[in-house]
């Protein structure tokens, strides 16, 4: 009997060691995990065992609500830039020598620990420095990351978990090549070429003609020196009233204008544009209404 309790005795430690796995045994178990998909899915209980402390590793936990019905569309926008981040890291630390671990908890799997921490929005990104070890920190508490600005990108994400992560190596984000905007833009390229080919005939003789870039010229000219650019930057008002019930058309002075007045000035010069064609009479075979200048003037 008293063999029995020496025994016993004995083999409490070990019954110790084997309910509460030390932070080593649990960084191997999810860096297995993170080699055959990074990052790791994780649900209520997997992820309370990789942030618990102590740690000798860093977590980067990201915390969704993907499904359709929660209507975070940014959660499903930024998802694949978060996969690229896990399985760019995976790459290139297959090692674990980094001893960073991604994970991701939809709101689905981890309806506990999103009331624990008391979360009304998403994504958030939670990073957990190791609280033993190199780069250990004394403050267990995570470091959040809240979408405030909008979409990220997987390199603006990246830039800021890599600045809170302990110093050492990191690896690279590799972005794959996108083989269908390349396709796309080719099958673009090939049919825009084909398109100029067939439809060059027609084309060529409205682009090189003379009297339609001189129509859209004159169009520019009118509206520039009318004063359209001074409305564009300044955003000036298109018409203004004259403190009697009714519209003023033209500012007084000579530093501001209306919108409307800058529309009359460029009618007047078209106006005034066209009164000219007539003035000189068609002579050796010239269009009637448009001035005709000898190529040879006789001189008394």
């Known amino acids: 009997m008293k063999s029995l309790r020496l025994t016993t005795l004995a083999l409490l430690p070990f019954t110790c060691f084997a309910a509460k796995p030390s932070s080593g045994s649990t960084f191997e178990k999810y860096l297995t995990k993170s080699l055959a998909a990074s990052p790791v899915k994780l649900d209520d209980t997997s992820y309370d065992e990789l942030t618990s402390s102590p740690r000798n590793h860093s977590a980067v936990v990201l915390l969704t609500a993907l ?20 399985k760019s890291w995976t790459r290139g630390d297959r090692q674990g020598d980094t001893r960073v671990l991604y994970g991701t908890l939809d709101f689905v799997d981890g309806k506990g620990t999103f009331q624990k ?3 009304q929005t998403a994504p958030v990104i939670l990073i ?19 979408f ?17 992560l302990p110093d050492g190596p990191k690896p690279q984000i590799h972005r794959p090549l996108n083989y269908v905007r390349i396709v796309t833009f080719i099958t673009m390229l090939l049919g825009f070429v ?59 002075g000579f530093s501001s204008q209306f919108g409307l007045e800058t529309q009359i000035v460029a009618a007047m010069c078209a106006y005034n544009t066209l009164l000219i064609q007539p003035l000189g009479p068609p002579t050796d075979g010239a269009a009637p209404g448009f001035i005709h200048y000898p190529r040879h003037t006789q001189t008394a």
């Open 67 to 86: 499904e359709a019905r929660f209507g975070c569309q940014l959660c499903r926008d930024f998802q694949p830039e978060w996969d690229l981040i896990g």
């Open 117 to 119: 921490l008391m979360l």
């Open 128 to 146: 957990f420095p190791p609280t033993t070890g190199p780069g250990a920190k004394a403050d267990a508490q995570p470091i959040r990351y809240d």
């Open 148 to 164: 405030t600005t909008g979409p990220q990108t997987a390199e603006q994400s990246y830039a800021w978990i890599t600045r809170h």
């Open 194 to 252: 084909s398109f100029f080919t067939v439809a060059a005939p027609y084309i060529l003789p409205i682009i090189q003609n003379r009297n339609l870039w001189a129509a859209i010229s004159l169009i520019i000219i009118l509206l520039f020196t009318s004063g359209h650019m001074f409305n564009h930057i300044r955003k000036v008002p298109y018409v203004s009233g004259d403190g009697k019930g009714g519209i003023t058309y033209f500012s007084g």
